[in-house]
């Protein structure tokens, strides 16, 4: 989402040079803010839209995986769903996506390129090492029970399959993950 408004917020600048200090004001969550201001002084509400619309791009790359166009669509039907009673917004960015101006389609492309890279960058860190050694886990019956009971739970939170094994993964890697920090010993200390 970050991302995202980041990137919007760079070609609005680029296409409009004259509004890049003025307030874009916006109706988010029933509140007008100003949406042209940098993710960390963004307000709640909009950080909230934002992060709508990247949930909205991640289900476009689901459905269209290798169709940035059909994508980008499906992006701005979810926006325009959004935003329909927003009286702040104009009138022509409701047209159907192929009837938009190419800086229009550009912001809708952007959430996907957004979310790609973001994903690309999750892909890499999950990558193993070249040569790293495969180690497989075993588990009882009773412990594998209850994996799958909360992965089937998490997948219901986050609206994803999410695998008991990657539940299990997950799990090592934050245990190793705290074995590795060091942490500090209290010294005894002796009367003299």
Not at 51 to 75: C, G, H, Q, T, W
Request: aromatic share 6%; glycine share 4%; with cysteine.
């Amino acid at each position: 989402a970050a991302r995202s408004h980041d990137a919007w917020r760079k070609q609005f600048h680029k296409t409009n040079p004259k509004e890049r200090v003025l307030p874009r004001m916006r109706s988010r969550g029933g509140k007008m803010v100003d949406i042209n201001r940098p993710w960390k002084t963004l307000d709640p509400k909009a950080k909230a839209e934002n992060k709508i619309a990247a949930y909205a791009a991640y289900a476009a790359l689901e459905k269209f995986p290798n169709d940035r166009e059909r994508a980008s669509d499906y992006v701005h039907k979810q926006w325009i769903k959004r935003n329909r009673a927003d009286p702040s917004q104009p009138k022509a960015l409701f047209k159907p996506y192929g009837a938009l101006p190419e800086v229009e389609k550009d912001k809708d492309r952007a959430h996907i390129d957004q979310i790609k890279i973001a994903l690309a960058a999750v892909q890499k860190r999950k990558a193993p090492k070249r040569g790293a050694k495969k180690v497989a886990l075993r588990v009882d019956a009773r412990s594998a029970e209850r994996l799958e009971v909360a992965a089937v739970r998490l997948s219901k939170t986050l609206g994803r399959k999410v695998t008991a094994q990657a539940l299990l993964a997950a799990g090592v890697e934050a245990v190793l993950a705290a074995c590795k920090k060091k942490v500090p010993r209290k010294r005894s200390q002796k009367k003299r």
